[in-house]
């Protein structure tokens, strides 16, 4: 082993040799060599600044022996002994520009921010002369607090070094964060003037315009960016987002096809948007072959995976979807996620039994889940296994007490069961929870109306439009409790009317207007709309009764006295309307369907 080694050897050790003092200037101009023949890399960042502060150093061999030692720790990511080894370094040089810097930095990477500043203080400004050093104190000062110093540094190094990109952004960035919106742009307009070609500069007034709302000019500064550098992903992202607030998909499509094809195929973000935006026109061919596409690329991508399966679900293509997230689980069984996912595709399926299973394997796993507890007990409440949902629905209020769904369930489990106290004071428990959710508060308005509290009916369903003024089953509730009981009816056909907006094809909602036409009066546009919502619902007994009340009104007796035999067929409980059935002098009820066609335009 050569002498060079052998002294690289000992500064890695730590030891001191004596070699050392009789020959610093020796070592002074071999130190690439000297490092890097022990196998190492050079110490960190020795440039122009660096090399002249060295060079002035030669006269303090002790100073320059702890900066090796510790840039060399440094380098072996040894923060406490590089810090230790700087500061001795100091003690020979208490005015060593260089060592202060290091140690400034070196602070600020440990979050130790009181130190970095204090340090950073004790370096003349007029002193400086490499721009990174006016970067790296700028960043020293902002972190720790003092944007003004850090600003007034920035401005100080534009003046040096004018056409360095780097000090510009760092200036207009800052200038950004704190809101000072006017100074940034003027900064980064400097930045053009002295870098003509700078696409960061573009990028950053385009984000100003988009502050001030002027999205032309954002969308202008961006493509200009995008032209000068033409794989500028941020610059391409604000425009899509443009494109796609704008309402306008294909634009946005179009940039990230572009991209794909002309810059970079590979870009998982920009593919995976694209799917999503192919999704959301309903163009399920175009989102499939972008997706085949990458996960031939990427075939253990689990979102890509999952995506394809969520595609196929999109189109009600279930089948397809459940043999995608089959696939993954062979491979991935502990993918919680995805087999809840499963589980939500079976009961799409109305197959509950193979949904129960999913959910059930993944409450095996993991007794937590919360997901698959709470779909547990919504299935058990879709079939009517009440205890069974009451059980699960209890664990997910345990496991998550701050969420609404299981409070919801609750009241409606209760509700099934007639248990309408019980039914209230689940809705109320969950209301306390999250008081702005509209639909606790438009549940607990239906246990009351069971409960005869009309007035606290109003309320709730007044607070649940007041928290989504397009909550249709509340408009509809609200506007029908009005019509049944002849009560405030202009307001209750607009409210109705405007459910009926949302939901045009509703056939309980359409029923609900020829409601409220009726009681106002209006025969012949309620007997029109309660055909209409005939042909919507076949099977709803209500909806039969409201018809043969409009034909009698009419008096059409022997097509209400048919519409009102369909309802009782349908709902042969109906006492109420037995009764009136009689009253009318229909005679007894047939239980006999008799032809629809007499019913229906």
């Avoid at 006016?134 to 007034?152: N, Y």
């Avoid at 935006?277 to 972008?290: C, R």
């Avoid at 007994?541 to 369909?566: M, S, T």
Wanted: charged share 25%; aromatic share 10%.
């Amino acid at each position: 082993m050569n002498s060079t080694s052998v002294q690289a050897m000992n500064i890695r050790s730590g030891q001191t040799f004596p070699i050392w003092l009789g020959r610093v200037r020796t070592l002074l101009w071999g130190i690439p060599l000297l490092v890097v023949s022990c196998g190492t890399a050079p110490p960190p960042t020795l440039n122009g600044q660096e090399a002249s502060i060295v060079t002035r150093e030669a006269s303090h061999p002790q100073a320059y022996y702890h900066f090796l030692r510790g840039s060399l720790a440094e380098l072996n990511n040894d923060a406490t002994t590089a810090l230790e080894e700087y500061q001795a370094g100091l003690a020979f040089d208490k005015n060593s520009i260089f060592l202060k810097f290091r140690l400034a930095k070196l602070h600020f990477s440990m979050a130790q921010m009181t130190a970095a500043v204090d340090l950073a203080r004790q370096i003349p400004v007029a002193e400086i002369s490499q721009a990174a050093m006016f970067f790296d104190l700028a960043k020293i000062f902002a972190g720790g607090g003092d944007t003004g110093r850090a600003l007034e540094i920035l401005t100080e190094g534009e003046r040096h070094f004018p056409q360095d990109e780097r000090i510009y952004i760092s200036h207009g960035t800052l200038l950004l964060n704190i809101k000072e919106f006017q100074m940034a742009e003027a900064v980064f307009h400097d930045l053009l003037v002295h870098v003509p070609g700078s696409a960061e500069a573009h990028y950053y007034l385009g984000v100003i315009a988009l502050e001030a709302k002027t999205k032309q000019e954002a969308k202008a500064h961006f493509q200009e960016a995008v032209a000068l550098h033409a794989s500028f992903e941020r610059a391409y992202l604000k425009l899509v987002a443009i494109a796609e607030e704008g309402e306008e998909p294909q634009q946005a499509i179009e940039l990230l096809e572009h991209y794909l094809n002309e810059v970079n195929p590979h870009h998982r973000e920009f593919r995976l948007r694209v799917v999503r935006l192919y999704i959301g026109q309903h163009n399920t061919d175009k989102a499939l072959s972008h997706l085949d596409y990458f996960l031939q690329q990427n075939p253990d991508d689990l979102h890509a995976q999952v995506l394809k399966a969520q595609i196929y679900g999109e189109m009600g293509n279930f089948p397809a979807a459940i043999e995608e997230l089959n696939a993954i689980l062979l491979v991935r069984p502990n993918e919680l996620r995805v087999r809840d996912f499963l589980g939500l595709l079976y009961e799409e399926m109305k197959d509950y039994d193979r949904a129960i299973q999913a959910y059930q394997a993944n409450v095996k796993i993991d007794s937590t889940f919360f997901d698959s507890i709470l779909h547990l007990g919504f299935v058990s409440y879709r079939l009517k296994r009440n205890q069974e949902a009451l059980s699960y629905l209890d664990q997910a209020v345990n496991l998550s007490p701050k969420r609404p769904e299981p409070y919801l369930l609750l009241g409606l489990t209760h509700f099934q069961m007639e248990e309408y106290q019980k039914a209230k004071a689940r809705l109320e428990e969950g209301i306390r929870q999250d008081p702005s959710n509209a639909e606790l508060h438009f549940n607990l308005g239906t246990v009351y109306d069971k409960l005869n509290h009309f007035d606290k009916v109003v309320r709730e369903m007044e607070k649940t439009l007041e928290l989504d003024p397009e909550h249709a089953d509340a408009l509809n509730y609200l506007g029908y409790s009005y019509a049944d009981r002849g009560i405030n009816g202009d307001q209750a056909l607009s409210l109705i009317q405007r459910a009926v907006a949302l939901k045009p094809d509703n056939g309980y909602y359409v029923d609900s207007l020829a409601w409220a036409l009726y009681k106002l009066d209006r025969i012949d546009e309620a007997l029109v709309t309660i055909q209409r919502a005939v042909s919507l619902v076949s099977d709803d007994p209500v909806i039969y009764e409201h018809l043969g009340d409009i034909f009698l009104r009419q008096d059409e007796r022997d097509k209400a006295r048919e519409a009102w035999l369909h309802s009782l067929q349908l709902d042969s409980t109906n006492a109420t309307l037995g009764k009136r059935f009689r009253d009318v002098g229909f005679g007894e009820p047939i239980p006999t369907l008799s032809h629809q066609s007499t019913l229906t335009p």
